[in-house]
């Protein structure tokens, strides 16, 4: 009767309280000798939904093209992002790079024509020859530079993960809430893949949860490999199985809710090994990811293989290149010849900063993930399951 409007309950509310204040609704009934209804708001953590940011302000960069200023000159840096910048020249001209090891930033400044090696990140950051500055460097300093760029009004686009300590992730938040208008990119490239795209199309218009399993299988590392110490690389999990957290928050459109974590124990040191590592999510929508992460499978398995199911339909993706669709009727397989969606993210990330589209993400979905990432690094061996709310 309340849907047909055949009962009007709005003349009954006395007044509205967030769930903060419900107990003096109680009190005052208790006090009083008149019948008065009361409604208590409350937000919905059970299903958050995502919903993307626009570009409503006036971009603050005029010229045709964004001076980028780079840190970190390692590896990725020069080996995948480096060229990806290159070749977006009608968008970019690469202005200015700093690595913590000068002679390797002098080095790429020749290679890429790169015309100001500046001798510290914060003086990059300031400088008026950038307008956009790229964060490469080693993860214990992406929270801090972060918050930098932001704080002097730089759009900026770090490499995962943002911060490998909650503490990191509490200040970026604030230099966040204290800009007039921030703009952050984070690089979970997978999301932008060729192959993402055809699953996001094959489930559209979906009405029951979903099921997802990620498993990732790489190269073994030394454990005084830089991305092992937990004060600079923050750990396997928080630094590349972020990844999978992120894809599958981006797929279910859903925030992680709880996670759990465990590894396979040495036996000589009764320690976890971060190379064997289950992760186990739950999202707010219902669906469930469950990651594998370990580096000692057969290297012949694909590096990266995901399975997603739920209404009566799959999607099966190795390695972002092979692509498996089905429903009760069609089992389609598809080659697909792209990258790993570093080239689309940039150019993503390009087109916000120029107010041409939306920011691919919002903050609220950038926190979860990290935290989430961060919770499963301190719950490997617990086996329990913490709410990260």
């Known amino acids: 009767m309340i849907e047909t409007n055949k009962i009007n309950v709005a003349d009954l509310i006395s007044?509205?309280?967030?769930?903060?204040?419900?107990?003096?609704?109680?009190?005052?009934?208790?006090?009083?000798?008149?019948?008065?209804?009361s409604v208590i708001s409350y937000e919905n953590l059970n299903s958050p939904s995502i919903e993307f940011m626009s570009s409503e302000s006036v971009p603050k960069i005029s010229t045709s093209k964004?001076?980028?200023?780079?840190?970190?000159?390692?590896?990725?840096?020069?080996?995948?992002?480096?060229?990806?910048?290159?070749?977006?020249?009608?968008?970019?001209?690469?202005?200015?790079?700093?690595?913590?090891?000068?002679?390797?930033?002098?080095?790429?400044?020749?290679?890429?024509?790169?015309?100001?090696?500046?001798?510290?990140?914060?003086?990059?950051?300031?400088?008026?020859?950038?307008d956009v500055v790229f964060i490469f460097s080693s993860h214990e300093s992406h929270a801090e530079l972060v918050q930098h760029a932001i704080e002097n009004s730089k759009p900026v686009y770090v490499e995962k993960p943002l911060s490998i300590t909650e503490d990191g992730l509490n200040q970026v938040e604030e230099s966040i809430f204290n800009a007039d208008d921030p703009k952050l990119y984070v690089g979970f490239n997978r999301r932008k893949t060729k192959a993402i795209d055809m699953l996001m199309k094959h489930f559209g218009n979906r009405s029951e949860p979903l099921s997802i399993t990620y498993r990732f299988n790489v190269p073994?590392?030394?454990?005084?490999?830089?991305?092992?110490?937990?004060?600079?690389?923050?750990?396997?999990?928080?630094?590349?199985?972020?990844?999978?957290?992120?894809?599958?928050?981006?797929?279910?459109?859903?925030?992680?809710?709880?996670?759990?974590?465990?590894?396979?124990?040495?036996?000589?040191?009764?320690?976890?090994?971060?190379?064997?590592?289950?992760?186990?999510?739950?999202?707010?929508?219902?669906?469930?990811?469950?990651?594998?992460?370990?580096?000692?499978?057969?290297?012949?398995?694909?590096?990266?293989?995901?399975?997603?199911?739920?209404?009566?339909?799959?999607?099966?993706?190795?390695?972002?290149?092979?692509?498996?669709?089905?429903?009760?009727?069609?089992?389609?397989?598809?080659?697909?010849?792209?990258g790993k969606g570093h080239l689309e993210l940039v150019s993503s990330f390009f087109d916000y900063v120029k107010g041409a589209s939306a920011n691919e993400f919002t903050w609220k979905e950038i926190k979860s993930v990290n935290h989430a990432a961060l919770t499963a690094q301190e719950n490997i061996n617990s086996g329990k399951f913490h709410s990260i709310f």
Request: overall charge negative; some cysteine.
């Open 66 to 130: 964004i001076k980028v200023g780079i840190i970190g000159a390692g590896n990725f840096a020069s080996t995948t992002m480096l060229p990806i910048l290159k070749s977006l020249n009608k968008d970019c001209i690469l202005a200015g790079i700093v690595s913590m090891k000068g002679l390797t930033a002098t080095t790429m400044a020749k290679e890429y024509k790169i015309p100001n090696v500046f001798e510290d990140p914060k003086q990059l950051i300031e400088s008026d020859q950038v």
């Open 220 to 338: 073994t590392l030394p454990s005084n490999h830089w991305t092992k110490i937990k004060e600079i690389g923050g750990g396997r999990i928080v630094g590349e199985a972020i990844h999978a957290i992120d894809l599958a928050s981006y797929i279910t459109g859903s925030l992680p809710q709880s996670v759990s974590a465990t590894s396979v124990v040495h036996k000589e040191s009764n320690e976890a090994n971060e190379d064997q590592v289950s992760l186990a999510i739950i999202f707010g929508d219902g669906s469930t990811a469950s990651i594998t992460y370990f580096s000692e499978g057969s290297s012949l398995l694909p590096k990266e293989k995901i399975e997603v199911h739920g209404n009566n339909k799959s999607v099966i993706i190795e390695d972002f290149m092979k692509v498996r669709i089905l429903d009760d009727k069609n089992d389609k397989g598809k080659l697909v010849k792209t």
């Open 15 to 37: 007044k509205e309280v967030s769930l903060d204040d419900a107990s003096s609704v109680y009190k005052e009934l208790m006090s009083s000798d008149t019948f008065s209804t």
